[in-house]
């Protein structure tokens, strides 16, 4: 009985003390992201860095796979009563836990034609607003309206605790708008 009470005790603790993890991304020729964990007052346990691939998946001989969801499953999932407003609150929960401490980013971006490119910073500043208004040390985007290219450094820091995540996806899991969603998309054939 005592070493599950000591088991319980150390879980606990592990889950109360807080995680900070220092990313990076970076790209000249290719996509560098790395990631340095420090389990509390702890310096860096684990540094992953590397380049993301995407896995192609082999081609199919069916038309649809057999677990496939169709549009009509999908449509009753995203509208069934109440579903998107508490995805959009549980978002917001977890970002209010993930807030960074410090952020900054530099980016320099160009499709090679000035109409799309316009386009694409029309839709890249507010983003940037955004990222200034949650406490961005220094965000820097330049379009460059000549050629096509893409420059992205970026650097921050974010503190959590792995208990109140932990927390807060249980108490979605425990409202019934997950739920009364899954039904809706069990219901529909």
């Keep these: 009985m005592l070493w599950v009470l000591v088991l319980l005790a150390v879980v606990v603790a592990v889950l109360l003390v807080p995680v900070s993890v220092d990313l990076s991304i970076h790209r000249e020729d290719r996509l560098v ?3 340095a964990p420090r389990w509390g007052p702890f310096g860096p346990a684990i540094s992953a860095e590397g380049s993301p691939r995407v896995a192609r998946a082999a081609p199919s001989r069916s038309r649809r796979p057999p677990h ?3 549009a009509r499953q999908l449509r009753a ?4 009563p109440d579903f998107l407003p508490s ?3 549980l978002a917001r929960r977890l970002l209010r836990q993930l807030k960074p401490q410090r952020l900054q980013l530099r980016l320099k971006a160009g499709l090679g034609d000035p109409a799309d490119t316009g386009r694409l910073w029309g839709a890249l500043v507010p983003l940037a607003l ?3 208004s949650v406490g961005a040390e220094s965000i820097w985007v330049e379009p460059d309206f000549s050629r096509r ?3 992205l450094d970026g650097h921050a820091t974010v503190r959590v605790i792995p208990g109140v995540l932990l927390l807060v996806l249980l108490g979605y899991l425990f409202t019934p708008a997950p739920w009364r969603a899954l039904t809706q998309y069990l219901r529909v054939r």
Excluded: I
């Design 87 to 89: 995805l959009l609150r």
């Design 33 to 35: 992201v790395s990631a």
């Design 68 to 70: 496939a969801t169709n």
């Design 149 to 151: 290219c893409f420059e």
């Design 77 to 80: 999932l995203l509208f069934s």
């Design 130 to 132: 955004l990222l200034t």
